[in-house]
């Protein structure tokens, strides 16, 4: 009976695919014993029986069977380099392998160097694109690098370590549709590198609450420092930071440098702009401040780390309100930056925290670099000539040291 099931296999397969040769076949099969149902189901794949390869980088964590895959259904994400601060080289690895173990458990995991190389070609490809800077349109770009990909969810997580514990944020963005997964920025107070990983592996399971190291008494609160004029207190953790209400505007850098390099002249109160990195931090430098780290200036942008999409509400509708873009600046030509031009700060609605024109206006220098090279660093907040995209509070531009673009300004924060 197997023997004539085999033979009737065989000549279906003649007719059906007209590329067997039938004697071939049919000694073949009739040789062979039939395939039982686990075999089966695996005829298109190459069976092995040795032992799986490790998850090498920006393969999914989840290596399993393609028929055990597609009943699991897990969507799958991209995982960005984990932006880091203060935090020990050899001990970054631990923190994305302990992302990357509570993510698995919900998604199939792309990270590691091909992630990096991609990351890298896709801003490379659109910032060749743009017509003015080495602006990219950041929704593109994720979408790019989603693509490459085949899904539609990336993970971004920053990792601060700081005196007293550390700042944790995470944020899944389906960047296709443009809609927030999960965004949570969770403080980690006296924790050691072990606790805060814990605790940065409890956002994904949505225990949200970060462990401490130790169950000691609350200490009285302190008060807030007196902020020195045009600059708010952001209170982060047991202490925080000062930073600048408003963009260090024409007229006051005109009083400390004695010169005003701006497109956009005549208006005392618009944003400086067309400086580079240099000369801001010696402005700052001058007037007793410095330029805010990345961290410092998105935890300031969504009002103390509350995860808005943008510097003051996470509706777009509303971006009007908060931020001079595109589509009020006097631009909304098809090209980057082909109209519009800078405005005076303070116009429009503050955040959270008094803030004006985090996001809009011009892209601010931080102190930060913009990845390990250390050859660009990095900016925030888009501008006048942006759509609403790289207006986003977690969007990264660049620039070198020397670059210098009207749509480029900046702030200044100090310490306490």
Same mark, same amino acid.
């Given at each position: 009976?197997?023997?004539? /099931?085999?033979?009737?296999?065989?000549?279906?397969?003649?007719?059906?695919?007209?590329s067997?040769?039938? &004697?071939?076949?049919?000694?073949?099969l009739?040789?062979?014993?039939?395939?039982?149902?686990?075999?089966s189901?695996?005829?298109?794949?190459?069976?092995? @029986?040795?032992?799986?390869?490790? =998850?090498?980088?920006?393969?999914?964590?989840?290596?399993?069977?393609?028929?055990?895959? *597609?009943?699991?259904? @897990?969507?799958?994400?991209?995982?960005?380099?984990? $932006?880091?601060?203060?935090?020990?080289?050899?001990?970054?690895?631990?923190?994305?392998?302990?992302? $990357?173990?509570?993510?698995?458990?919900?998604?199939?995991?792309?990270?590691?160097?091909k992630?990096?190389?991609?990351?890298?070609?896709?801003?490379?490809?659109?910032?060749?694109?743009?017509?003015?800077?080495?602006?990219?349109?950041?929704?593109?770009?994720?979408? %790019?690098?989603?693509?490459?990909?085949?899904?539609?969810?990336?993970a971004?997580?920053?990792?601060?370590?700081?005196?007293?514990?550390?700042m944790?944020?995470?944020? $899944?963005? +389906?960047? $296709? *549709?443009?809609?927030?997964?999960?965004?949570? +920025?969770?403080?980690?107070?006296?924790?050691?590198?072990?606790?805060?990983? /814990?605790?940065?592996?409890?956002?994904?399971?949505?225990?949200? =609450?970060?462990?401490?190291?130790?169950?000691?008494?609350?200490?009285?609160?302190?008060?807030?420092?007196? &902020?020195?004029?045009g600059?708010?207190f952001?209170?982060?953790? %047991?202490?925080?930071?000062?930073?600048?209400?408003?963009?260090?505007?024409?007229?006051?850098?005109? /009083?400390?440098?004695?010169?005003?390099?701006?497109k956009?002249?005549?208006?005392?109160?618009?944003?400086?702009?067309?400086?580079?990195?240099?000369?801001?931090a010696?402005?700052?430098?001058k007037?007793?401040k410095?330029?805010?780290?990345?961290?410092?200036?998105?935890? =300031?942008?969504?009002?103390?780390?509350?995860?808005?999409?943008?510097?003051?509400?996470?509706?777009?509708?509303?971006?009007?309100?908060?931020?001079?873009?595109?589509?009020?600046?006097?631009?909304?030509?098809?090209?980057?930056?082909?109209?519009?031009?800078?405005?005076p700060?303070?116009?429009?609605?503050?955040?959270?925290?008094?803030?004006?024109?985090?996001?809009?206006n011009?892209?601010?220098?931080?102190d930060?670099?913009?990845?390990?090279?250390?050859?660009e660093?990095?900016?925030?907040?888009?501008?006048?000539?942006?759509?609403?995209?790289?207006?986003r509070?977690?969007?990264?531009?660049?620039?070198?040291? %020397? %670059?210098?673009?009207?749509?480029?300004?900046?702030?200044?924060?100090?310490?306490?």
């Open positions: 009976m197997k023997e004539y /099931r085999a033979l009737v296999i065989s000549i279906f397969a003649i007719f059906a695919f007209g067997v040769s039938f &004697a071939g076949s049919l000694a073949d009739i040789i062979r014993k039939p395939p039982n149902k686990e075999t189901a695996q005829e298109t794949e190459k069976p092995s @029986k040795a032992a799986p390869e490790p =998850a090498t980088a920006a393969e999914p964590v989840s290596a399993l069977p393609a028929a055990k895959e *597609e009943k699991s259904k @897990k969507e799958a994400v991209v995982l960005m380099p984990l $932006i880091v601060s203060g935090v020990e080289r050899d001990m970054v690895g631990n923190f994305e392998n302990a992302l $990357i173990e509570s993510l698995s458990t919900t998604y199939k995991v792309y990270y590691g160097k992630v990096q190389d991609t990351v890298e070609k896709v801003y490379k490809q659109r910032s060749a694109e743009a017509k003015a800077g080495k602006e990219c349109d950041d929704t593109k770009c994720l979408q %790019d690098i989603a693509m490459e990909f085949q899904t539609e969810l990336i971004v997580c920053n990792v601060k370590k700081m005196a007293g514990g550390f944790l944020s995470l944020k $899944i963005q +389906n960047v $296709i *549709e443009d809609t927030v997964v999960l965004s949570k +920025n969770v403080p980690c107070q006296n924790c050691d590198d072990f606790a805060a990983m /814990r605790s940065l592996q409890g956002i994904v399971s949505g225990q949200a =609450a970060a462990p401490q190291a130790q169950a000691a008494a609350p200490a009285p609160a302190k008060a807030a420092p007196s &902020a020195p004029e600059m708010v952001v209170k982060h953790g %047991d202490g925080g930071f000062f930073m600048d209400k408003t963009e260090v505007t024409q007229e006051a850098y005109q /009083r400390v440098i004695g010169s005003n390099p701006s956009f002249q005549g208006c005392p109160t618009c944003p400086v702009e067309q400086v580079t990195w240099d000369e801001a010696a402005y700052c430098t007037v007793g410095r330029l805010p780290t990345e961290q410092e200036w998105e935890y =300031a942008a969504t009002s103390g780390g509350k995860g808005e999409i943008y510097a003051g509400t996470s509706n777009e509708g509303e971006l009007g309100d908060y931020a001079w873009y595109k589509d009020n600046s006097g631009g909304g030509g098809m090209s980057l930056f082909s109209s519009g031009k800078t405005h700060v303070g116009k429009k609605k503050p955040n959270g925290l008094g803030l004006y024109d985090m996001s809009g011009v892209s601010e220098w931080t930060s670099w913009y990845n390990d090279k250390k050859e660093r990095v900016c925030r907040g888009g501008s006048w000539g942006n759509s609403a995209g790289p207006l509070a977690a969007y990264r531009n660049y620039g070198g040291p %020397d %670059d210098s673009f009207s749509h480029f300004g900046f702030r200044c924060s100090q310490s306490p």
